[in-house]
Each structure stands twice: as C-alpha cells, then as structure tokens.
C-alpha cells in the first residue's frame, strides 16, 4: 500500500465505506460525517485530497463501493494557532522525548489537526512515521514519549502496557487536611456524560492513583500524584472524588467546557517525569519537565 506524504505535518486518515444506500463517494462521506458540510468535502475532492486505497486521488463523482477504503486529508477551516511552544528532551533513533506545553493537543481531533504536538513533530522532522507512545489532555503539560522507529515501537509500547514505566505528576489543587498522606485513590471509572467525561461507578477498582503532599499552603497544596493504571481522565477524576478538584480544571467535578481556555489560567496537572528501564539498550532512563506549576 503506497505511503501518501503529510500535508503541513497531517497524515491522511482512512475510513471503509459501510453498507448504505449511496451512488457516490462524496454522497456517502456526507452521511457518515454529517459535521462536515458538502461543500467542504466537494472542495477536498478537487483539491485532490481524497484517495482510494491505491494512493489514486478520486474525482467528485466517484462511485460508491461498499468496503471501499478511502484515505482523506482532516481539515479545520480557520484553524486557530497556539502560542505555546514545546520543547525537545530527548532525540536519537528510537525516541523523542518532548516538554508539552499547556493546551497544546499531542492528536489531531476536534478542532485541532495541523497544530497539534504530533503535526509538529513530523513537520519538524520530515517524518510521518512518529508515534505518540501515550497521550496527554490537551491542557495537561509534561513529559511525552514518541517512537521514531517502527520496529522497535512495540518495545516500548510494552512499557505501558505492563506498567513497566514509573509516571510522576504534579498538581496544584485545594487542601485535603482530614486525609492521611500518602494514600492511593482506587475506584471503578467508566465513560460518563457527556461522552467526554468519566465517572466513578460500583464495581471492581479498575483504576489506581498514589497521592501524596509536597508542600501546603493556606489556600491550596502541591500534590505527587503516580497513576498505576491509565485511565482517561484518572487522576482529574480522583482529585475531584476526594475533594480537591485540581485548578482550573473545566470538566470536573461539574462541566465547564463552554468557558474559553485561558493561557493564563491553565489546569494546574504537569507529568512531571517518566523513568523507565530502555528496553532497546537496558540503560535507565529519566526524562523530566523543566516547566513548574505556580502555586
């Protein structure tokens, strides 16, 4: 299957035509993503950015196939720039290692596709074969890993899949002076409402944060939280469960996602450090975030 380039640092996506009752491609795109209007697709298919499985551009009147691939470039009109710059730990042949900003997505999604942590990277790079190895919230900063090498990728997705891989946090959040420290969170989480939120539920823990105290002050305290496990939205959930919602954060405990991000005014939630045994090289690794949380 032939390799179609990156357009501003955006790899194409691929979607299978399902069973429907469509006579074009275009008629078909329409219904199965109903958020994007006709024309916007019209104009994709004469720019030349959608394709058949061949890497062959499809013109607008395409017929429909079912189980057809299609392979399209994501677009946002007026996609809207973040100033937020990240920075490079780490590079050789296997990793990059990146200090995320706040706000800046590491995926493409939404209304966020060319300006993501990803996007930039292969920009940089000239590389469209980088892998995020795990992912941050958007407004979550710290330490990101990405494989640059394919056949040592699995390798390290190991890591978190075995909780081979020591993850630290640090949050700014509201006292907890009734709780023993250090302590660990366990809950069951499950998808919540809207779809983008967790929830806390009976049932089994499936879900394992240690928390502990750096420092106290009258209004707030610094936290160390290390997730055991990778839940979406785990350790947000956790401190809200307690208590102590982290600050500035718009989903939990109640939605706010209406409010506008404020750069001033970030989720205080930094991934302080990763540290790992490579197991390209079993050297032992430490890669931490030069950023700091004002407290």
Same mark, same amino acid.
């Given at each position: ?6 357009? %501003?640092? &955006? ?13 074009? #491609? ?12 006709? $024309? ?18 499809? !013109? ?15 677009? #946002? ?11 490079? +730990?780490?590079?050789?042949? =296997? +990793?990059?290692?990146? =200090? ?14 060319? %300006? ?20 941050? =919230? ?5 330490? #990101? ?15 978190? /899949?075995?909780?081979?891989? =020591? ?9 907890? *002076? ?16 809207? @779809? @983008? ?10 879900? @394992?944060?240690?928390? %502990? #105290? +750096?420092? /106290?002050? $009258? ?25 102590? *919602?982290?600050?500035? $954060? ?9 409010? !506008? %991000?404020? !750069?001033?005014?970030? +989720? ?9 045994? $490579? !197991?390209?090289?079993? &050297? ?12």
């Amino acid at each position: 299957m032939p390799v179609l380039p990156a357009i %501003d640092g &955006v790899s194409p996506s691929r979607f299978q035509l399902p069973i429907g009752p469509w006579t074009t #491609v275009l008629d078909a795109l329409c219904a199965c993503f109903p958020k994007v209007d006709r $024309d916007t697709w019209t104009s994709r298919f004469l720019r030349g950015r959608i394709f058949d499985a061949s890497g062959t551009p499809l !013109p607008v009147n395409a017929p429909y196939r079912v189980g057809a691939e299609i392979r399209y470039y994501r677009e #946002v009109m007026d996609e809207a720039r973040i100033d937020a710059t990240e920075t490079l +730990l780490h590079v050789d042949a =296997d +990793l990059i290692v990146v =200090d995320k900003p706040h706000g800046l997505p590491v995926m493409p999604g939404g209304s966020y596709v060319a %300006d993501t942590l990803l996007a930039r990277l292969v920009r940089r790079f000239g590389d469209i074969g980088i892998v995020p190895l795990h992912r941050l =919230d958007r407004p979550t900063a710290g330490v #990101v890993l990405f494989s640059a090498n394919p056949a040592t990728r699995s390798r390290y997705q190991a890591l978190f /899949r075995d909780r081979a891989i =020591d993850k630290r946090y640090e949050a700014i959040a509201a006292p907890l *002076p009734e709780m023993r420290f250090p302590m660990q969170r366990q809950s069951r989480l499950e998808r919540g409402e809207p @779809f @983008f939120r967790m929830r806390e539920t009976e049932g089994e823990p499936n879900a @394992f944060t240690d928390i %502990d #105290v +750096l420092a /106290r002050g $009258d209004a707030a305290w610094r936290y160390a939280l290390s997730p055991i496990t990778g839940r979406k939205h785990q350790l947000r959930v956790h401190m809200a469960a307690l208590g102590a *919602p982290i600050a500035n $954060d718009t989903l939990y405990p109640v939605l706010r996602d209406a409010m !506008p %991000d404020d !750069p001033q005014h970030p +989720l205080k939630l930094l991934a302080r450090s990763l540290d790992f045994i $490579d !197991p390209a090289t079993g &050297v032992q690794r430490r890669f931490e975030s030069a950023q700091t949380l004002r407290f």
